[in-house]
């Protein structure tokens, strides 16, 4: 080994071993702060259990994330539906579901084809199932802020 990349090579191992460093005291700051995960759904277990198979039935996973559990295949950038609950009532739910247009209720910057459908034709039964799964579906009031920030960048595409 020639005499210059010794010197190379210590510093390089400097460099790795003062990132690593840094990195860990960066990682157990975070860890202190992330004690918990802020969603949360506060739905008996059969309407958890109904709300989920109408989610199932009709898909909705193709566009919404819930409980951060996206469709691989997934290129819509629609809201995710974790503490939706919080963010809008069930009567608010209730409405947008059951509009013939849900973008005359909440405007959608998404072309055409990957806009919400009206689920209108859906049985009301269903829709009421849904929406009381959907209204259950909290955050915990630290993370509410984050949550409507998110919300706002993916209708608005803007930085809230």
Same mark, same amino acid.
């Given at each position: 080994m020639k005499? *210059?990349?010794?010197?190379? @090579?210590?510093?390089?191992?400097?460099?790795? @071993? =003062?990132?690593?460093i840094w990195n860990s005291e960066k990682l157990s700051k975070s860890s202190n702060q992330d004690k918990e995960i802020p969603f949360y759904?506060?739905?008996?277990?059969? #309407?958890?259990?109904? *709300?989920?198979?109408? $989610?199932? &039935? $009709?898909?909705?996973? &193709?566009?919404?994330?819930?409980?951060? #559990?996206?469709?691989?295949?997934?290129?819509?950038?629609?809201?995710?539906?974790? *503490?939706?609950? =919080?963010? &809008?009532?069930? $009567?608010? @739910?209730? &409405? $947008?579901?059951? #509009?013939?247009?849900p973008q005359d209720i909440l405007p959608s910057r998404l072309k055409t084809e990957y806009r919400m459908p009206s689920y209108s034709t859906m049985p009301e039964k269903d829709r009421k199932v849904l929406v009381a799964y959907l209204a259950s579906l909290k955050v915990k009031p630290w993370y509410l802020d984050e949550l409507k920030k998110t919300e706002c960048r993916k209708l608005t595409g803007e930085k809230c």
């Open positions: 005499k *210059g990349e010794k010197g190379v @090579l210590i510093f390089i191992a400097m460099v790795v @071993l =003062a990132m690593m759904s506060d739905a008996s277990m059969d #309407v958890k259990q109904a *709300g989920s198979a109408i $989610y199932r &039935r $009709y898909q909705c996973k &193709r566009c919404h994330s819930l409980w951060t #559990v996206k469709d691989i295949m997934q290129t819509v950038p629609a809201p995710a539906l974790d *503490g939706i609950g =919080a963010l &809008r009532d069930a $009567y608010w @739910l209730m &409405r $947008y579901l059951s #509009v013939a247009n």
